[in-house]
């Protein structure tokens, strides 16, 4: 169980980060907007900062600025650009501790997760400062006929823009911006409203690199901000990451004005447990997926399903044993594993699943409603203890809707092709893993599985950034996915040419 021990909190506990500005042109700017959220520290419950939720005169100012700055942009040979990204992770890796604690302090995330967010978000500005290769073109002399050749180059297209969901606040518009813009493009981050600071503090160091005036722009908002940069005509393309609902709906509006979309949406991943997989190294396994970042992470465990009655109590006995030692508590502790959920309303959510699973039937094997939190100070936080049930059935509700927070679900199923059925006929598509030490079991299941991201004794199977990422069914909607190679040609339009000079044996010599 939970130590109990009093914990010093560093002096972070305390940061008040004021009124979030926008960022355009170069310059931070206080929205005009009247309309104030506030921005709590879920581990406590207290106000940490506020921002205002910008309006559509400001996405306009933000695109008109991106697009000003393009055309000189698009001239900056891409070894250039790409100097700016380098100078960027030099400044990130400087600031790397204080960058982890922010991200903490804002989502709740433990310390050591906020710090893998922090660097999957270098990881990116590494992969996409290889642009100057990733971007080149091809060409084929007498590809159409004798003196014709032909050859195709990447363009850049002018103003992108991504969306950002809460879960990972620092990480994910990095998963966009900085292939966009080594790429030639100009680009708006408009990040979660629920925790923008960390957001600030990159573009902090944004300005610091000296990046042209107009090249990054960051817009905070919510729907209002949302709908202009959906619908603004010099806005070419669109990166979201968040809800299914919210995905389906920017998909469509994007797609309505002409917009490139890839929009990155909701899950309920399922790990299969088969008869050989190695028992407690597979249950370490699932304390990270299921109750990492609290749950909330669109690659997070949710349903463990196990082949067979002998499989079925054996992890669930594991799996149990595991959860209890969890401990919960301020994510700034080092001693915690698990920190809070994003807010209040999250929390009272996540609550009312679980009241509603226990109506419909499941067993609650490990309750979460009342954890036990270790660090002092953190009585007014949004905390959910590691939650399990047991016997869940296909049909109930826990395990259709995303629950987004640190409850597990267990299925008992006959065979592999039942577990496999019940993946495919999840609405979600974005992740599945199987645990086993078979060769021929693992490949039916790759083979098969039907999701974007798969797990083979692993239970978050997070691609890293050369790697294309997205899921399927209602977990993506869109063509391209996000960074690897698709990065690229989502970030670029290609061009090609046909070339025929003439030759005038007057005047030009010899033709061999
Ligand atoms: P969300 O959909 O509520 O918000 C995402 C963004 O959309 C935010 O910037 C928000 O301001 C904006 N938004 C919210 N409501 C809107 C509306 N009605 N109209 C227009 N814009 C709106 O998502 P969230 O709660 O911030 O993030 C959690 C969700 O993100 C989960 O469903 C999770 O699975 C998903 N997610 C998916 C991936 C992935 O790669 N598939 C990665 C991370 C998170």
């Avoid at 400087?94 to 302090?105: G, S, W």
């Avoid at 050859?151 to 990095?174: L, T």
Wanted: proline share 5%.
């Amino acid at each position: 169980m939970a130590t109990t021990e009093p914990v010093v909190l560093i002096p972070e506990f305390k940061a008040h980060y004021g009124s979030i500005p926008n960022f355009i042109n170069g310059a931070f700017v206080q929205s005009e907007s009247t309309r104030i959220l506030t921005i709590d520290n879920p581990a406590t419950g207290k106000e940490i900062g506020t921002v205002a939720m910008s309006t559509a005169a400001e996405v306009d100012r933000a695109a008109q600025a991106a697009q000003a700055a393009f055309q000189d942009w698009r001239r900056t040979p891409p070894q250039t650009r790409i100097q700016y990204l380098f100078k960027l992770k030099h400044l990130m890796e400087e600031r790397f501790e204080d960058l982890a604690r922010i991200v903490t302090q804002e989502h709740g995330k433990s310390l050591e997760e906020a710090r893998g967010s922090v660097m999957r978000g270098i990881e990116h500005l590494e992969v996409a400062s290889g642009m100057p290769s990733l971007m080149m073109g091809y060409n084929l002399e007498d590809g159409a006929a004798p003196g014709i050749d032909e050859e195709m180059i990447r363009q850049p297209m002018g103003v992108f823009a991504c969306i950002s969901p809460f879960n990972f606040p620092m990480m994910v518009p990095f998963w966009f911006w900085p292939y966009a813009i080594a790429a030639g493009n100009t680009y708006i981050v408009k990040p979660s409203e629920q925790d923008p600071i960390s957001q600030k503090i990159v573009f902090e160091l944004i300005e610091e690199v000296g990046l042209p005036a107009g090249v990054m722009n960051m817009v905070n908002g919510d729907k209002e901000v949302v709908d202009a940069l959906l619908h603004h005509p010099l806005i070419k393309g669109i990166s979201f990451v968040g809800s299914t609902r919210v995905g389906h709906y920017v998909y469509h509006e994007g797609a309505k004005h002409k917009k490139r979309v890839q929009a990155q949406a909701g899950a309920k991943n399922h790990l299969v447990v088969m008869p050989d997989a190695v028992m407690e190294k597979a249950s370490q396994n699932w304390i990270n997926s299921f109750f990492g970042c609290a749950g909330e992470r669109c690659l997070a465990g949710s349903v463990l399903v196990c082949v067979g009655d002998e499989v079925h109590a054996q992890a669930s006995a594991a799996f149990k044993e595991a959860a209890e030692k969890v401990t919960v508590g301020y994510g700034l502790d080092e001693r915690v594993f698990m920190g809070p959920v994003i807010s209040a309303s999250a929390k009272a959510r996540i609550l009312g699943l679980i009241e509603t699973g226990i109506e419909e039937g499941a067993t609650l094997l490990v309750d979460g409603r009342n954890p036990d939190v270790i660090t002092p100070g953190c009585e007014e936080g949004y905390f959910v203890g590691p939650t399990i049930f047991d016997n869940v059935t296909p049909d109930m509700t826990i395990a259709k809707e995303e629950i987004f927070g640190p409850v597990a679900c267990i299925m008992k199923v006959e065979t592999l092709d039942d577990a496999l059925k019940i993946i495919d006929e999840s609405p979600f598509g974005n992740a599945a893993s199987i645990y086993t030490q078979d060769g021929f079991t693992a490949r039916k299941f790759k083979y098969e599985a039907n999701a974007g991201n798969i797990g083979i004794n692993i239970g978050v199977p997070a691609a890293m950034a050369y790697f294309p990422f997205a899921g399927r069914k209602d977990s993506f909607f869109g063509d391209l996915h996000g960074m690897g190679r698709d990065a690229i040609d989502f970030f670029t339009d290609k061009k090609v040419v046909v070339n025929r000079w003439i030759w005038d044996p007057k005047t030009m010599g010899t033709w061999s």
